[in-house]
């Protein structure tokens, strides 16, 4: 198993950027596909982004796509999601995700392996 370790998360204006990071260890994360989702109180957990095993493939929610990038470095074993243009409506706790496999995938309960998650909150 491998353990996810969230930072970076904070307070910020609408407009402003922000870079959340994801730690692992316990096992190599070049062995995973990683995916960060998001979660506000009372919705389920949403897809942000995923990036494939070999770091080759990446996908974004339409909610995002061009505002935020995943990036991975095997090296450090760090997975981070810097965030552009925020808006108000992205404010949630943000968690990343490990799935053993060599592609990432847009649902939850595909991934196995979660952080506790760090708290974005965007204000107007």
């Known amino acids: 198993q491998v353990q996810l370790v969230e930072s970076g998360g904070g307070l910020v204006q609408a407009g402003d950027s922000l870079r959340v990071s994801c730690a692992a260890s316990?096992?190599?994360?070049?062995?995973?596909?990683m995916g960060w989702f998001r979660q506000v109180p009372g919705k389920e957990r949403e897809f942000v982004t995923s990036i494939s095993r070999n770091g080759g493939f990446t996908r974004y929610a339409n909610s995002v796509k061009g505002r935020f990038t995943i990036s991975r470095d095997d090296t450090k074993n760090t997975v981070d999601l810097q965030m552009n243009s925020l808006k108000p409506e992205d404010t949630a706790v943000y968690y990343c995700?490990?799935?053993?496999?060599?592609?990432?995938?847009?649902?939850?309960?595909?991934?196995?392996?979660w952080g506790q998650g760090t708290q974005v909150t965007v204000s107007s």
């Open positions: 316990g096992r190599t994360l070049s062995s995973y596909a």
């Open positions: 995700a490990a799935r053993s496999f060599a592609w990432g995938s847009t649902s939850a309960y595909d991934y196995n392996n």
